[in-house]
DNA sequence: CTGAAAGCGCTTACAG
DNA sequence: CTGAAAGCGCTTACAG
C-alpha cells in the first residue's frame, strides 16, 4: 500500500484516471489501456511501457473496472450463486474455485436467504453487472432458464441440470446407496429416513436413490415418519421426537437423514430421549461437515469433496470463458462412505 | 420471469438499452432514465409515464447498472467483506445486512480465503467496482486504513477500529467474564486457554479480557498451554492431546477456547483420551455456533447475536448513504452466557 | 414537463 | 508502434 496512498482524512483527493497518466506519462490513453492490459505485445515500445508503468506508479492509477466494463461490454467480475451460505460445506467449494480464477477475476457471492430463491429483481440486478461468468450452486430449473445465453455459466450440485448446461455434480446417488449397504451389512432391516423440506435436485435424488437401494436390499423404509424438515437442527429434533414412538412401535433401528445437519438435531433428541447411539438407534447423515467428526458418538456420513469440485466447476468456466472447447459437459464426482460411531459399535 | 424472456437457445438477441426504450415510447432517454430512477415527481408528466413503463414491458428492458455506476460516479453495490465465510456465524450476519439493504441495494460478498488478509490487487479491484458503500467485518488496521476516503464504510466485529469509524462490536469483554466467572463459581481453580492464532482483535480481546478477569478472581491461567491453533477443529483437537500430560500435572480442570470450533476439537480428543467432560475437565466455548447445542455433552459458549449486529451495522451504513447524521458512531452488542453440559454436571 | 447534449472512464478498430 | 475518435449505456445539469 506504500505507494497508493489513500488519505481517509485528506481532501478528496480526485480518482486518478488514465487520461491523467496519459498526460504524465506523455502517451495516449490508448497506449495506457494497453500497457494496463497487458496488450503490448508488439504494440507498445519498451520505452513507453516503462514511462506508463511509472507514471502510474507515480499517480497510484488503479483501472476502473466500471468503465472497462462498460467498454467492453462484459466485466471480469464471476458471480457465484448461492441459495444458502450457512452451508460450511460451501466455503470449501468457494475456495476450490477462488484457487481457479481468483487471479485472473473478480469473484463475488451473491446469496438470498437461507432456502429461498432469488427474486425476478435480484435475478435482473444480477445480470445488469454484466458478470463475465457465473457458477450457480443448486440452481432451481427456473433460474437456470433465466440465464441469458451469452453468458457462460457452470451448475454445480444441480443434478437436474439439462444436459446442455456444463455441471459438476457429486454422485450422491451413489452416496445414498453406500448408506443403504452399510445399514443393510449391520443388520438393520427396518428404518426411517428424514428428508429435507427444500425442493433441492440433490435432496430428491439423495432419497429416490435410497430408496431404490434400500428396497432392493429388501430393507423396509417407513413412509414420512419423521416427517420431512428444513435444514435446520432443532427442526429435524423436534420432527425426529414427535416421530419416534410410532418408529420404535414400527421396529425401526435406524434413522438415515437427508443431511448432516438433520442428523444433528436427531443425535441431540435421541440423546435427549434416553436413547444410546447405536445401540437404540443407529443415525447416519449426508454431507459430512467438518462438525460430524466431533458428535459423540461421530456421525456416520457421505463425504463430498466440495473443494476438488470447486475447482472443477471453476477451471470449467476459466475454458469456457477463453473460448477453449470442453470436452466433457458435466462432470461427476464420487462420493465417499465415512463410518463413525453413529452407526457402528466399536 | 413471463414478460421478459431469456432466449437461451435463440439467436443472441441484443440488449434492450434505454435508447430502445426512448424510440419505443417516443420519449427521450432521459425522461426514461427519470422513470426507471423513480424520480418521475414533478418532473415526468403522467401520460409519458405510462408509456415508458409500457414500452418497459413490451421490450423487457433492465437498467443496465454499469452504464449507470459510470454516469454516477458510484454503483448501487455494498461489498461486504470477509476474512473467512467458513464461520457458520457469518450467515446469520448476513441475514441480518440484507434484512435492512437487500431492497435498495445489491449485496455481494468478497471473500478471501480462511486466515489469509485480501492482498493489495483484491483490495484495488475492489474499489475498481465503485461500491456505494461496505460492511467489514473483522478488518485489519491495514485494510481499514486503505479504504479511499469518499467510500461510507461500517466496520464489524472490529474492536481496534478508530474512533472515526462506525463500527458495531460485540462485548467480547463481557463474554470472557462471564466465562471466567462461570468458572470460577464451579470451582475451577486452575484453567488453561487455548487461544485462536489469527491475530484478529475479537481474538486478542477475548483472551485479555479472560486473563484479567481469571487472575482478578485469584484463578491460575496455564500460560501457552495448549498453544495457540488455527480456528480448525483438528488443529485445536491436536494442541490439546499434546498439552494435556502437562496440563493435567498442573492440576486444571478446564480449558477455556477462543472459539467454539476449537471447543469441538478439544471435546472431541478429549473423549478420545478418555476423559470425562466436565467431571474431569471442563470445556468452555466461544461464538455459541448452531452446532454446540448439538455436542454431547453440549457446548458451554458466548452467544453472540450475529443477526441483530447485522442489522445495526447494515443500518448504520444506509444513514450513511443517505446523509443522514448518525448519532453513535460505534455500537457495541451484550453477550450472552450459554451454559451447557461441558462445563455444568446436571 | 421535455429533450439535446455533455460526460462518466475506458477500449478498440482505424488510419497513419 | 502511435494517437484521434467513436462508442459502451446511462444520468444530469441546462435551456427551453
Redesign the pocket.
Given at each position: 500500500m506504500s505507494n497508493a496512498p489513500h488519505p481517509r482524512s485528506d481532501s478528496p483527493t480526485?480518482?486518478?484516471?488514465?487520461?491523467?497518466?496519459?498526460a504524465e506519462a506523455?502517451?495516449?490513453?490508448?497506449?495506457?489501456?494497453?500497457v494496463?492490459?497487458g496488450?503490448?505485445?508488439?504494440?507498445?515500445?519498451?520505452?513507453?511501457?516503462q514511462r506508463v508503468r511509472e507514471a502510474i506508479d507515480r499517480l497510484g492509477?488503479?483501472?476502473?473496472?466500471?468503465?472497462?466494463?462498460?467498454?467492453?461490454?462484459v466485466s471480469s467480475t464471476i458471480i457465484l450463486v448461492a441459495p444458502d451460505i450457512s452451508n460450511p460445506f460451501f466455503a470449501q467449494l468457494i475456495s476450490g474455485v477462488r484457487q481457479v480464477l481468483a487471479t485472473d477475476y473478480h469473484l463475488l457471492l451473491s446469496v438470498s436467504d437461507p432456502g429461498q430463491r432469488p427474486s425476478l429483481t435480484e435475478v435482473s440486478r444480477l445480470f445488469?453487472q454484466r458478470p463475465a461468468g457465473l457458477i450457480l450452486h443448486a440452481p432451481d430449473p427456473e433460474f437456470l432458464a433465466g440465464v441469458p445465453a451469452h453468458v457462460p455459466v457452470v451448475a454445480v450440485d444441480a443434478p437436474d441440470a439439462p444436459e446442455t448446461v456444463p455441471a459438476v455434480n457429486f454422485d450422491v446417488s451413489q452416496g445414498a446407496r453406500l448408506i443403504a449397504e452399510h445399514l443393510h451389512s449391520r443388520g438393520h432391516r427396518t428404518i426411517a429416513y428424514l428428508d429435507a423440506a427444500t425442493g433441492t435436485a440433490t435432496l430428491r435424488v439423495r432419497r429416490e436413490a435410497f430408496m431404490a437401494a434400500a428396497t432392493s436390499l429388501g430393507m423396509t423404509v417407513l413412509q414420512h415418519l419423521p416427517v420431512a424438515t428444513t435444514i435446520d437442527i432443532a427442526a429435524a429434533g423436534a420432527s425426529f421426537t414427535a416421530a419416534w414412538p410410532q418408529m420404535h412401535a414400527a421396529q425401526a433401528s435406524a434413522v438415515v437423514c437427508a443431511t448432516d445437519t438433520q442428523a444433528y438435531g436427531v443425535l441431540q433428541e435421541a440423546r435427549a430421549a434416553g436413547l444410546e447411539v447405536p445401540r437404540d438407534l443407529a443415525v447416519t447423515g449426508f454431507d459430512d461437515l467438518p462438525f460430524s467428526a466431533s458428535m459423540n458418538p461421530g456421525l456416520t456420513s457421505i463425504n463430498l469433496a466440495a473443494d476438488a469440485v470447486g475447482v472443477q466447476a471453476a477451471t470449467m468456466l476459466r475454458n469456457l470463458l477463453s473460448d477453449t472447447s470442453i470436452e466433457q459437459r458435466q462432470l461427476i464426482w464420487p462420493s465417499r462412505l465415512v463410518v463413525r460411531g453413529s452407526s457402528a459399535l466399536d
Open positions: 480526485r480518482r486518478v484516471t488514465a487520461a491523467m497518466v496519459a506523455g502517451v495516449s490513453t490508448a497506449t495506457v489501456s494497453l494496463v492490459n496488450k503490448t505485445a508488439g504494440r507498445v515500445s519498451a520505452a513507453n511501457e492509477y488503479v483501472l476502473d473496472s466500471v468503465g472497462s466494463s462498460l467498454a467492453r461490454g445488469g
